[in-house]
Nanobody, 127 residues
Framework: QVQLVESGGGLVQPGGSLRLACAASGFTLKNYAIGWFRQAPGKAREGIACIGTGDKIITYADSVKGRFTISRDSTKDAVHLQMNGLKPEDTGVYYC????????????????????WGQGTQVTVPS
């Protein structure tokens, strides 16, 4: 069974940093495009970053550009989301998602291209 697991969330003060990880069981992440999404209470899901196979395509939402970095860790077969300069509006549950589409990734919150999703990890930045 294909499963994704997020980790690394927590409580951090404004301006602080967190590093989220997305790991998989049942398949090798390097063959998949990975997207990171988040959802705050009472708000719609928001796509924030994605990385395509071979790392040829990397996309960020304007809200996180320059603060967040998505990358692959080939030794651990994980995808990381380094989050710096965190703000209260970054609070939410962060999910990673995977698709085996080649040379493609999407941060469109309405996309149905991702067919595996993790359970999410909570990130809280108090105001």
């Amino acid at each position: 069974q294909v499963q994704l697991v997020e980790s690394g969330g927590g409580l951090v003060q404004p301006g602080g940093s967190l590093r989220l990880a997305c790991a998989a069981s049942g398949f090798t992440l390097k063959n998949y495009a990975i997207g990171w999404f988040r959802q705050a209470p009472g708000k719609a899901r928001e796509g924030i970053a994605c990385i395509g196979t071979g790392d040829k395509i990397i996309t960020y939402a304007d809200s996180v550009k320059g603060r967040f970095t998505i990358s692959r860790d080939s030794t651990k077969d994980a995808v990381h989301l380094q989050m710096n300069g965190l703000k209260p509006e970054d609070t939410g549950v962060y999910y990673c998602a995977a698709t085996n589409w080649l040379d493609y990734c999407s941060i469109d919150a309405a996309t149905d291209v991702y067919d595996s999703w993790g359970q999410g990890t909570q990130v809280t930045v108090p105001s």
